[in-house]
């Protein structure tokens, strides 16, 4: 239990002084809302009837993917993984911790999307917020699980900043959140469904629960579990 609290201390005190978490989880997401929110529905008023969603998908995919792996990196390549040895805290642990908290602030972050949006641009609400925030507590747990896997097997920051940004993007564009993606090329269209925003995205914006799109992200989420395990037990070697 010592080991447990002193782990959690020590998050704590890295959350607070994680201007990267600030900026990815809230400052960059609410922006992109503000500017992309009036844009979508002034120059196609049909994106109302999905902007929450579309707004969630980016959000989560540049909170998680952005703001976690740097977070990673802090502990498992620096000496907070000999502090963590040091007091007995085991070094799952820290995967562990980053990722609750990182949970609760993109958690946070799309309610606040979710007020704001029929507020601001008059965004229909979805028709099942049950099933909507179901799959936004899947979609997140997916993300998270994607960037830590990025935050683990990278040990440098920079190159972690260059890995997340190449896997971002396309999860973006690819999405269909910025344009349909019956649009897209196949290719592309194939392509676009190895990320987890172009599932989250169809998962969210469906009214009744279809367990085809559920499917995919409940694959990923156990292949980037089990490639974690593979990881954290390098790193402890």
Known sequence: ???????????????????????????????????????FTSVMPEARYTLIQSMTVFGVTMGALIGLPPSLVEIYSSDIKKVYKANGVPLYLGLVLTNISAYIHLFIMSIILYIAAPLAFNAEIPKNPVLYFASLAIFIAVSLSIASIIGLAVKDQAKTSMVSIIIFLPSIMLSGIMFPIELLPKAFEMVGKIFPASWGYKVMADSTFRFENLLPLMAILALAIFVCIILLRKIDK
Do not use: E, H, N
């Open 1 to 39: 239990m010592g080991a447990f609290l002193y782990g959690v201390s020590l998050q704590w005190k890295l959350d607070i002084r994680s201007k990267t978490l600030l900026i990815t989880c809230y400052i960059v997401p609410l922006l992109f809302f503000a500017v992309m929110g009036g844009i």
